[in-house]
């Protein structure tokens, strides 16, 4: 079994900075990708940022210059660093990996369970 676990979400005002985390846990052959994707209320989920493993990384447009993802492949985690952050940034974030199985040897498509970020003055 293979687990994502998010933290770092919460409230903070706009023009504020959040970073977020996600964790990669169980049996892990090896990570293909990994990234983040949010849903805001009465919208589909939407790519924020992805980083395969030797490839570009992704970004949104809405977020470029001011999202940073970044990973740690020794410890299988993710991080999306948010500055500048803007109310239209409210969502709830998911991680996202593409994770091969230590005993299937087959790639899995995993999401974390979500965390809130909300931008309010």
């Known amino acids: 079994q293979v687990q994502l676990v998010e933290s770092g979400g919460g409230s903070v005002q706009p023009g504020g900075s959040l970073r977020l985390s996600c964790a990669a846990s169980?049996?892990?052959?090896?990570?293909?990708?990994m990234g983040w994707y949010r849903q805001a209320p009465g919208k589909q989920r939407e790519l924020v940022a992805r980083m395969p493993s030797g490839g570009s990384t992704i970004y949104a447009d809405s977020v470029k210059g001011r999202f940073t993802i970044s990973r740690d492949n020794v410890k299988n985690t993710v991080y999306l660093q948010m500055n500048s952050l803007k109310p239209e940034d409210t969502a709830v974030y998911y991680c996202n990996a593409l994770i091969i199985g230590r005993y299937s040897m087959r790639e899995y498509d995993y999401w974390g369970q979500g965390t809130q970020v909300t931008v309010s003055s």
């Open positions: 169980g049996s892990i052959f090896s990570i293909n990708a």
